[in-house]
C-alpha cells in the first residue's frame, strides 16, 4: 500500500508582514511535526508567506514589494525548515521575481532533504483582477516509494484543461493551494469534486481561513467523494491518502461503474480536438 500521510492547514498570513507570515507558519509546521509525526507533507493556502492581505484591503503594489527569487533566501529557509522538520512542504505560493522584471505566482514542493522537488507558475491567474505573469507549463513531482503530485493553484483548477494535463503526466494526487475570498467558493468545491472524478485522482484544496479568505478547504478522493471539508476559521485538515486507491478507481470505477479514464487512453488519439489542433495522446509510460 502506498500511503501519503498530508497536513492541509487551513491558515491565515500576517497581512503585508512576510516576516510575521513566516515566523507563523514556521511554528505551525513544527506543531504538526509535534503533533502527528506520522504525517509526511505539509500544504498551506496560496500566498501565505507573500503575507497577502484580503481582496478589499490588499494593494496594488504589493505583488512586487513582496516578490522573492526562486533560488533565494526564502527558498534557504524552506530548505532548512524541511530538513529540520523531515517534511515535504507546499508551501503555498509566492510572488517569484524573475530576471526579466516578470512576477509569477509560484507554488513550491520542498523535499526533506531541503530540495526544491518542484516549482510551479501559475497557468491561470485570476483575471483580471490578479497581475502576476501566466506561467506555461504544468509540472508534477515524485514522492519516492509513495508516487506522483501534481500542483495546481486556485483558480487554475476552474479550467478542466489543468486536472486533465497533470492526470496526464502521471499525478495521483493533485495539490492545490487557495487563497478565495470571494462567494464563488461554492463553485470551487464543485470544481475539485469535478476535476477528482473525471480524472480519477486525490484533490487537496487548500484555501486561507478568515478573514484572509472563505476557508472551506476540502480533500477529495478519486471517486469525487469529498473526505473532508473545513469550516471558515483555523482549522487542519490530516488525513493518509491510499494513492493506490487511483489505481483500483481507473481499474474498476467509480463506486465499480465508471471508467472515464481508462475510456480515454483506450482510443482518445481517434478523437479530433478542434480547439487544440491535435487528439488525446497516449499516457507516457512512467519511469
Known amino acids: 500500500m502506498r500511503t501519503l500521510a498530508l497536513a492541509a492547514l487551513q491558515t491565515t498570513p500576517v497581512a503585508h508582514d512576510p516576516e510575521a507570515s513566516w515566523e507563523r507558519f514556521a511554528d505551525q509546521v513544527r506543531a504538526v511535526r509535534d503533533t502527528f509525526p506520522h504525517v509526511q507533507l505539509v500544504v498551506v493556502p496560496e500566498l501565505l508567506l507573500a503575507a497577502e492581505a484580503p481582496l478589499l484591503r490588499s494593494r496594488a503594489e504589493w505583488m512586487r514589494e513582496a516578490a522573492v527569487p526562486v533560488p533565494g533566501p526564502l527558498t534557504d529557509r524552506l530548505a532548512a525548515l524541511a530538513r529540520e522538520t523531515g517534511l515535504w512542504l507546499v508551501p503555498g505560493s509566492v510572488y517569484e521575481q524573475t530576471d526579466d522584471g516578470h512576477v509569477h505566482n509560484t507554488a513550491l514542493a520542498v523535499s526533506p532533504e531541503g530540495e526544491i522537488a518542484a516549482r510551479y507558475r501559475k497557468v491561470f491567474p485570476w483575471q483580471p483582477y490578479e497581475r502576476t505573469r501566466p506561467g ?44 478565495t475570498t470571494t462567494r464563488d467558493r461554492e463553485m470551487e468545491l464543485v470544481c475539485a469534486r469535478a476535476n477528482a472524478w473525471t480524472n480519477q485522482v486525490y484533490v487537496v484544496n487548500v484555501n486561507a481561513a478568515d478573514p484572509a479568505g472563505v476557508g472551506q478547504s476540502v480533500i477529495v478522493d478519486p471517486e469525487g467523494t469529498v473526505r473532508q471539508q473545513a469550516g471558515t476559521g483555523e482549522e487542519v485538515l490530516v488525513d493518509v491518502l491510499d494513492l493506490d486507491t487511483v489505481t483500483r478507481v481507473r481499474t474498476y470505477g467509480s463506486a465499480g461503474i465508471n471508467r472515464p479514464w481508462a475510456q480515454l487512453a483506450r482510443y482518445g488519439d481517434r478523437i479530433e480536438l478542434p480547439m487544440y489542433g491535435g487528439t488525446f495522446r497516449p499516457v507516457p509510460e512512467r519511469d
Open 136 to 179: 506555461g507549463e504544468f509540472v508534477v513531482f515524485d514522492l519516492p516509494g509513495i508516487g506522483r503530485a501534481g500542483l495546481a493553484i486556485c483558480y487554475d483548477g476552474s479550467f478542466p484543461e489543468t486536472a486533465r494535463q497533470l492526470a496526464w503526466l502521471g499525478a495521483e494526487v493533485i495539490i492545490q493551494p487557495t487563497l
